[in-house]
């Protein structure tokens, strides 16, 4: 099943915590954090409804709204911007297994649906994505989605991606009449496109109303998200290799001093993060960058166990 998330997520990819063994931040949605102050400065208004959710998630969807809609406009007359930006995300106690905290996501008359994204670097290949959820209440078409995309560069859909995991379920496996359904375990298997090592994990989860009924109270309550088994990378991720390509600075060609028995990935990067070149390269190979603009430039050499960087002058 193909699954596609907004573009808008990448923006918000440097203000997460990242790690690079594939393990999800705050899976276990123990950690929240007011962002009402931030919110405030960046509309420039007051606002009387507390913005608050999991640390190091994001929710997409009302971010996108707030940027890319008026529905906003409407408020500004008023004294203080008294709107249920997030009302859809809210704090639940107890968690799955007898934790303290897990989050509670459901659909809202603004959207009629909330989301959870985290983004994460992930170097490994893992087997299965787990974790619990429960509902409660009586909507027969609240949907819950929960979805991994892995990528390696731009990506926005599971056709594209490395790898992805899909979980779904309409209301609860439970007898829905009786509105309220104890903690639930899932796993959904990661099914791989490539034989690629990603870089990137894109998670999120979905939390939809009924359409024929905005009105209904009902939600889903998710915990415990986590990525099991498959291969992960070494410890040695990330580390600054200043004489693999050579010369620095260069004019017209590069060479890349790596002896390595299997194919590398250079990707190179200007100054404001493009990528500008992605190539599979060996031990000796000549790559030409005498039609990039002068500046600098960052490299990512990718080995069967860890990535490379070095940071390049171009200078014609």
Not at 44 to 52: A, G, K, Q
Not at 59 to 87: H, K, M, N
Not at 161 to 168: K, L, M, T
Not at 280 to 292: D, R
Request: glycine share 6%; aromatic share 12%; net charge negative.
């Amino acid at each position: 099943m193909k699954f596609t998330l907004p573009l808008l997520f990448l923006l918000f990819f440097t203000s997460s915590e990242i790690t690079a063994q594939c393990e999800i931040v705050n899976g276990n949605f123990e950690s929240w954090t007011d962002y009402t102050d931030s919110f405030e400065n960046e509309l420039d208004f007051e606002l009387t409804y507390p913005i608050v959710f999991p640390t190091n998630w994001f929710s997409v969807l009302r971010l996108t709204e707030i940027a890319l809609s008026g529905f906003i406009v409407q408020y500004f007359d008023q004294d203080t911007l008294d709107i249920p930006l997030f009302e859809g995300l809210s704090q639940y106690s107890p968690g799955a297994n007898g934790t303290e905290s897990a989050a509670r996501i459901s659909g809202d008359t603004l959207l009629l649906a909330s989301d959870l994204l985290q983004i994460i670097q992930c170097s490994g290949r893992p087997e299965k994505m787990t974790g619990y959820f429960k509902y409660e209440g009586e909507g027969q078409d609240t949907l819950i989605v929960s979805a991994v995309l892995f990528k390696g560069g731009d990506m926005v859909d599971s056709s594209s991606a490395i790898g992805y995991a899909y979980f779904s379920v309409v209301g609860s496996p439970i007898d829905i009449s009786r509105g309220v359904a104890d903690y639930t375990g899932f796993s959904a298997d990661f099914k791989y496109n490539s034989d690629e090592i990603p870089d990137t994990a894109a998670i999120i989860i979905i939390s939809s109303k009924d359409e024929q009924n905005p009105n209904d109270t009902s939600y889903h309550v998710v915990d415990e998200i986590q990525f099991e088994g498959g291969i992960v990378s070494t410890h040695d991720v990330y580390r600054e290799a200043p004489f693999i390509l050579t010369p620095n600075p260069a004019s017209e060609v590069l060479t890349l001093n790596l002896d390595s028995g299997t194919p590398l990935r250079l990707q190179l990067y200007d100054a404001i993060g493009n990528q500008v070149l992605d190539r599979q390269v060996s031990n000796g190979s000549s790559v030409p960058v005498a039609h990039l603009p002068v500046g600098t430039y960052m490299s990512r050499i990718r080995t069967d166990q860890e990535i490379l960087w070095q940071k390049l002058v171009i200078n014609h």
